[in-house]
Antibody, heavy 119, light 109 residues
Framework: EVQLVESGGGLVQPGGSLRLSCAAS????????MKWVRQAPGKGLEWVSH????????YYADSVRGRFAVSRDNSKNSLFLQMTGLRAEDTAVYYC????????????WGQGAPVTVSS | QSVLTQEASVSGTVGQKVTLSCTGN????????VGWYQQISHGAPKTVFF??SLPSGIPDRFSGSKSGTTASLTISALQPEDEGDYYC???????????FGGGTKLTVL
């Protein structure tokens, strides 16, 4: 059974940093691209970042580029999102999601990690 | 403004066939497979269809299709538990982003 379990969310002050982790199991993690997707309170899903299976390629939404960094450790079946320069508008639930291999579509999602940016 | 366009709301009665649409352009929907995600009561999203595949455990009343730059999710016989928000997404080769639709709120009357 595929499982994605996020951790590291919490309350942080504006300008602060936070590192999210996603522990993957139930599939061959090193073979799949992964994504982070977030959802602000009362809003829709918003893609945040993409990382290829071998970490060679990363992409970011304009709203986080230069502040967030995605990485992975295939030896530990783990995905990470380092968030710096956090703003109030980054407040959201952050989901890690597994690429299906078909056009960037996602077939499995984690339960989400809430991040609140507030003083 | 979302890259992909979805209806804001759709409603139907139990047993009715409903279709949700997702419109993009030749750089996204027209080029790549589309995924459909169900979110109930703002819980974690669940994939109900991607490309031409029905995920394990998803009822076969869910199906997806695509014509040109518009993708569709059809629920053949609507059930009360299908009520929720539905999002579509695909890759956009022109923008190098994962494009999402704004979501459709599906109400079962």
């Amino acid at each position: 059974e595929v499982q994605l379990v996020e951790s590291g969310g919490g309350l942080v002050q504006p300008g602060g940093s936070l590192r999210l982790s996603c522990a993957a199991s139930g599939f061959t993690f090193k073979n799949y691209n992964m994504k982070w997707v977030r959802q602000a309170p009362g809003k829709g899903l918003e893609w945040v970042s993409h990382i290829s299976w071998n970490s060679a390629t990363t992409y970011y939404a304009d709203s986080v580029r230069g502040r967030f960094a995605v990485s992975r450790d295939n030896s530990k079946n783990s995905l990470f999102l380092q968030m710096t320069g956090l703003r109030a508008e980054d407040t959201a639930v952050y989901y890690c999601a597994k690429d299906s291999g078909l056009g960037g579509t996602l077939d499995y999602w984690g339960q989400g990690a809430p991040v609140t940016v507030s003083s | 403004q979302s890259v992909l366009t979805q209806e804001a709301s759709v409603s139907g009665t139990v047993g009715q066939k409903v279709t949700l649409s997702c419109t993009g352009n030749r750089n996204n929907v027209g080029k790549y497979a589309v995924g459909w995600y169900q979110q109930i009561s703002h819980g974690a999203p669940k994939t109900v269809f991607f490309g031409d595949s029905l995920p394990s455990g998803i009822p076969d009343r869910f199906s997806g299709s695509k014509s040109g730059t518009t993708a569709s999710l059809t629920i053949s016989a609507l059930q009360p538990e299908d009520e929720g928000d539905y999002y579509c997404s695909t890759w956009d080769a022109g923008l190098n982003v994962a494009a999402f639709g704004g979501g459709t709120k599906l109400t079962v009357l």
